[in-house]
């Protein structure tokens, strides 16, 4: 079984930087694409970016990028995404989600297997 957990959320002053992790179990980074979607109170959930072995460059939404770098570390089979200078509106929700075969895409419903969601909230 696929599994993904998050981890690196947390509470963060405006201009301030975070980075999120996702490692799944069961399944390496490389046979994936990973992609970050963030969902904000009273909000539809939004894709952030994804990366994928298929794809010579990461996908980033319009609204992050220039602010946020997403990467991956095959040896330690996590997919990091590196937030900078974040601002009030960047608070959400932020989910993993995995898709096989790795083909990055921004339709959230494409996604077989997601995490938990880890919270960003910015606040000075």
């Known amino acids: 079984e696929v599994q993904l957990v998050e981890s690196g959320g947390g509470l963060v002053q405006p201009g301030g930087s975070l980075t999120l992790n996702c490692t799944p179990s069961?399944?390496?980074?490389?046979?994936?694409?990973i992609g970050w979607f963030r969902q904000a109170p009273g909000k539809n959930r939004e894709a952030v970016s994804c990366?994928?072995?298929?794809?010579?460059?990461?996908y980033y939404a319009d609204a992050v990028r220039g602010r946020i770098t997403i990467s991956r570390d095959i040896a330690e089979n996590t997919v990091y995404l590196q937030m900078v200078r974040l601002e009030f509106e960047n608070t959400a929700v932020y989910y993993c989600?995995?898709?096989?075969?790795?083909?990055?895409?921004?339709?959230?419903?494409?996604?077989?297997?997601w995490g938990q969601g880890t919270q960003v909230t910015v606040s000075s």
């Open positions: 989600a995995a898709l096989r075969p790795p083909l990055c895409t921004e339709t959230a419903a494409m996604y077989d297997y």
């Open positions: 990366i994928a072995t298929s794809q010579a460059a990461p």
């Open positions: 069961g399944i390496t980074v490389h046979e994936l694409a």
